[in-house]
């Protein structure tokens, strides 16, 4: 039987950073790869990790920002570094997490693949984990990620867009890895603010959301490739925008947990990459190979 004094549960950048920067084990049941559109700031030096935080300049209605790298490199950087030091010993290969009040057991889809002893467990949240800890209170509130494909009118140069509501408050524009090179039409992600009682309420689903990001685009002047052009050589009509919804993402904000155990330690504050090590063991470790 394999004892460990301390061990994080949880994917998230927050519970890769914890596990980097105290080098403790780490295990999870999926991985939180942060999204493609979840980006570093500018201002972080992560030279250390062998990544150009190379500037990327957003473009919004006459308006420009700039956001760093993609989180998901930082993300992938930090958990290589844990793999090769043997601090992630079952990488994604775990599907379900029990506690029975002694031994963490690990299960696949078939069997038992793993056990542990541990000390103490910080958790990060994991919803495949039993044993654990129990929910205090339900969530109320849930960030909405809502994933768009354009049919027609994906093909233009705006990245960004901020609005007033909470239903569909930001969306960003991205070519797809798969269209990288061969197409410039762009996919959509709407970022909205729900309350549990919006989340099955056909106002606030999918295809609203669809409608959403087409009415804020036309609000702006933005059009769909041009039908037909007046005798003046000027755009006369314009296609329809067509849109089909991919997915949605609901992450809760303000779930509590509650401990089973005084020997399990629930975190609730956010690991930030500014808070990563830049000087310990990993560190050097990631330095020999960038």
Known sequence: MIKHEEIVVGSSLSAVIFAFNNELPLFFTEPRHP?????????????????????KT????GNQFELGVQKSLIWDRLTMALALDGKLPLAN???????????????DEYKKIGEIEFEKCYFYGDDNTIGLVKVKKEPRNYICHDWIR???????DCDYIKTDDDFVNEIYYY?????????AIKTACSISKLKTEQIHD???????ACFKVVHEMKSRGMRARVSEYGPDGKPKKYKAYK???????LEPLDTVFEPLQNKI?????????SDLNTTGRLTKLIRKLF
């Open 35 to 55: 999204k493609n559109i979840d980006r570093a700031s500018i201002n972080e030096d992560l030279s250390f990790l062998g990544i150009d935080n190379e500037p």
């Open 58 to 61: 957003f473009n919004s209605f």
């Open 93 to 107: 290969l775990c599907k379900s997490i029990r506690y029975n009040g002694d031994t963490l057991v690990f299960n």
């Open 150 to 156: 354009f049919r027609v009118g994906g093909k233009h």
């Open 175 to 183: 070519l797809p890895y798969k269209q990288r090179g061969h197409s």
């Open 202 to 208: 056909f106002d606030y689903s999918g295809t609203m």
């Open 243 to 249: 849109t089909e919804h991919l997915r949605r993402e």
């Open 265 to 273: 330690v629930v975190v609730d504050s956010k690991q930030k990459i």
